[in-house]
């Protein structure tokens, strides 16, 4: 029913940038939220970017100036526009929507950082 599709993931040299996309369908909730979360390995899922329906954009620290986090409403669509990678970037990067009804995720899309 509630699909969650991520794409724009792949393998990039430190210094550069990739844009990820992730559109929802399916989705019935008035208001939600929708962010971006990432898993390292070795490491717990950590949120990076949100966007609330009705507040400012706020990101991890380890990303802030970097990662920006846009929508478009007409398409159901979240972004996440990173520049400046490195390689303590690489992570599975997931697209997450909160609703009134609970969270629904993406199965996920792989951004690797390296020379």
């Known amino acids: 029913q509630v699909q969650l599709v991520e794409s724009g993931g792949g393998l990039v040299q430190p210094g550069g940038s990739l844009r990820l996309s992730c559109t929802a369908s399916?989705?019935?909730?008035?208001?939600?939220?929708m962010q971006w979360y990432r898993e390292a390995p070795g490491r717990q899922r950590q949120l990076v970017a949100a966007?609330?329906?009705?507040?400012?954009?706020s990101y991890a620290d380890s990303v802030q100036g970097r990662f920006t986090i846009s929508r478009s409403y007409a398409t159901d669509t979240v972004y996440l526009q990173m520049n400046d990678l490195k390689p303590e970037d690489t992570a599975v990067y997931y697209c997450?929507?909160?609703?009134?009804?609970?969270?629904?995720w993406g199965r996920g899309t792989q951004v690797t950082v390296s020379s």
């Open positions: 997450n929507l909160n609703g009134q009804r609970g969270d629904y």
């Open positions: 399916g989705i019935t909730d008035t208001i939600y939220a």
């Open positions: 966007k609330p329906p009705g507040g400012r954009a």
